[in-house]
């Protein structure tokens, strides 16, 4: 352990300690206004930060980065405007810090109820898009928090220069411009040092790989907001809205293949799996994705015209896989039961659908699929913070505990009971 | 690692994983029932259960135990009693399992809130207390998780005998006995592997002396809902109800001096130092409480007659300090501003009270000081689940992150994302 690393760490992280205080005692119109001077200098200093990223493009560049590593390191006048008015429509939302809920009085005659209050420091660990580093300081800012950023090595110069406009808003309004602070340096061991330091920091998110959220949940001793996989279903229960379901299924599947809420396992009822899934398989393979299907698809399916590399027998695996690719298992099932039960064994508790007009089966599945989204009737590509009117997205946790789903600013929050009473005392 | 133990917590956690998906689709009346059962059989098998407790108890004299550690193993008919009554006051609260909240239609026209569900399996680490199994248990029912109980091997005659009566009642509801289950070895090692084992728990609440809870904090690799100390301050603001505050501060030190929730620190306002620190001394003094004093405090008081064991100066060690004894520490401070500096700075989080009649004074106590219960005009001994009214209590967590202060039956659950549509489509 170098030295040198810990104490930058322990520098950073008394400074963020301090800051919190602070920033978890402004009021809504002072975070309201450093989210507005926030997005006006990313407008205002939109040469200064393409010219900070062209640094990293250039480097990046020369070390032979390419491909969708290369375009997610790409800051444009595009994307800094998104950022900006993501900064504006979080300083519009409501302001939850401070806000108490169900206070009652006890028989003793206390008044309980509960005040959501920021959580303290956060800290996040996150590889090349540099727009990160204004999401994760805007959320920051909205629910009262301070945090330490890090952000890949390769965008070092974007992500210094966007944090330099977040500290500078700070300052301007008030506030401590350490409530969001980068770390400076590229050493390695800085991740390791924060992850451990529960001194420093209240709650680590991890965005990237699985691999880097493997490793953190592995290493750290502070909570982690984990991002696991996303092997997402729809099951379809009946053909009573037959080309709504093709479409969200189409929709859920095809609209893009990457994102962790793209369908990657449909089941589908046997009482509908004969008429239904000649259907869905054209529509897919006019997509050109290709299905992996249980013996019983595939004695519906293999007797269709078909491109043969379309069309393949699933192993067991694939019931588990997340292929973020234009690759989709199907499963006929007996019946609802059978799917909540396919769901809960193999999904990875990140978003499930149900297609159907049967309101019973509706609730069970909403009662009884154990996923962080649970859905009736729409396409799995909607858990997103943004659609789901978080106002902003900081990651999707696929834990139970404390934040589960899209975590906007709520998820950084906690909930500390308040106590008024008038002289009672315990008998 | 013996293959034996990791056997039998695999075979233990198996079949809790499987009997949560049983109880958490349990009705409200199902659970109602279950503890209207337990309450019976609590009752009826009274001398079982006595007779069990027996054995621990004649085995314990037999190895040395004695004084609290002895009290605290024992059962009487009065315990058993308010385990029955604890059950029935359960079963009448509310359900909150499946409750719907903030269902709301975004701008794409899905239709999306959250539903509480249980959090799966929990694992309870507990050491003497045998009525603490029906604690768990019960919450475990009312929650709609399973639940693995450790209790201490100095119990385990009367943790069998309780948790017997808990499988009886679940099967006579229709519901799986594994549910709830004991680990019945003794062997220490059964601690360590279900702490590591996220996939057959999904928290892990400890309840113990602070050595038990760090040291599985420390090796978990599951969440774990701590409970660590409870160094409590009351900060007397002014003096315009100085009879109701001496009974305040009286209660919260004097009631009892072991609780978690019993003041340890006393904060007075300079402007009324000189008047009150005399009158708070001698009602103290009375019940023997010694008081390790700042300077200025021992200006007031060290020329009062009184005994001098019962007056020193306080060290800086003694502001951290939790005594649960009859000590208290006390300091002078400037204004309301140094109290919630020195409060955030020395105190534990668990419980901090404010006594004043000044509101603004009161508003800015409540939202400043950062701990799991804040208070203003009352006791510090509230800090309790039945005393805000949870119904139960598992513990008392000092953690910020999800459950915070007295954890009931919503510490034991989630909240998941429920989406109704009417197929939506992404853009």
């Not at 806000?99 to 309980?112: A, C, F």
């Not at 996989?229 to 379901?245: F, I, P, R």
């Not at 599947?253 to 793209?262: D, H, I, L």
Request: aromatic share 4%; net charge negative.
């Amino acid at each position: 352990m170098s030295t040198t690393v810990q104490n930058q760490i322990d520098a950073l992280g008394l400074a963020a300690r301090q800051a919190s205080r602070h920033i978890a005692r402004a009021s809504a119109a002072q975070k309201r206004q450093t989210l507005g001077t926030l997005a006006r200098l990313l407008r205002e200093e939109e040469a200064v930060l393409l010219s900070a990223n062209q640094r990293d493009l250039e480097r990046a560049q020369a070390s032979g980065v390419s491909g969708p590593l290369f375009d997610r390191l790409k800051l444009s006048s595009a994307i800094l405007q998104t950022c900006a008015l993501g900064c504006e429509q979080l300083a519009l939302m409501p302001d939850v810090i401070g806000e108490v809920t169900g206070l009652r009085e006890q028989p003793s005659g206390i008044r309980v109820g509960q005040m959501r209050v920021p959580i303290g420091v956060f800290g996040m660990i996150y590889e090349s898009r540099p727009n990160v580093t204004i999401e994760a300081a805007s959320l920051s800012i909205k629910s009262g928090n301070a945090c330490i950023l890090r952000g890949g090595s390769e965008a070092i110069e974007s992500n210094k220069a966007l944090a330099t406009l977040v500290q500078k808003a700070l300052v301007l309004n008030g506030l401590p411009q350490t409530a969001v602070q980068l770390i400076q340096t590229t050493e390695r061991e800085a991740v390791g040092v924060l992850i451990r330091s529960p001194q420093w920091v209240d709650v680590i998110i991890p965005r990237g790989g699985k691999g880097l959220i493997a490793r953190i949940s592995e290493e750290a001793r502070v909570p982690v907001i984990k991002h696991l996989d996303g092997n997402c279903h729809t099951y379809v229960d009946d053909a009573l809205e037959s080309e709504m379901y093709l479409k969200v299924i189409e929709n859920a599947k095809t609209q893009k293949y990457s994102p962790c809420n793209a369908l990657e396992s449909l089941l589908v009822n046997a009482s509908v799996a004969g008429p239904w899934l000649p259907k869905i398989a054209a529509r897919l393979w006019a997509h050109g994705v290709e299905l992996r299907v249980c013996d019983e698809a595939w004695a519906h399916l293999s007797t269709l015209p078909h491109d043969g590399a379309l069309l393949k027998r699933a192993t067991e695996q694939d019931w588990f896989e997340e292929y973020l690719a234009p690759i989709l298992s199907v499963k006929v099932v007996a019946d609802v039961s059978e799917a909540i039960e396919h769901i809960n064994h193999y999904s990875s508790h990140h978003t499930d659908a149900i297609l159907t007009q049967n309101h019973t089966h509706a609730q069970r599945f909403l009662r009884e699929v154990d996923s962080a989204s649970v859905m009736v009737n729409t396409s799995t590509r909607f858990a997103d913070g943004f659609e789901f009117g978080l106002g902003a997205e900081i990651g999707i946790s696929t834990d139970k505990f404390h934040a589960r789903g899209p975590v906007g600013v709520e998820g950084l929050t906690s909930l500390k009971y308040i106590v008024l009473g008038q002289g009672e005392l315990r008998g």
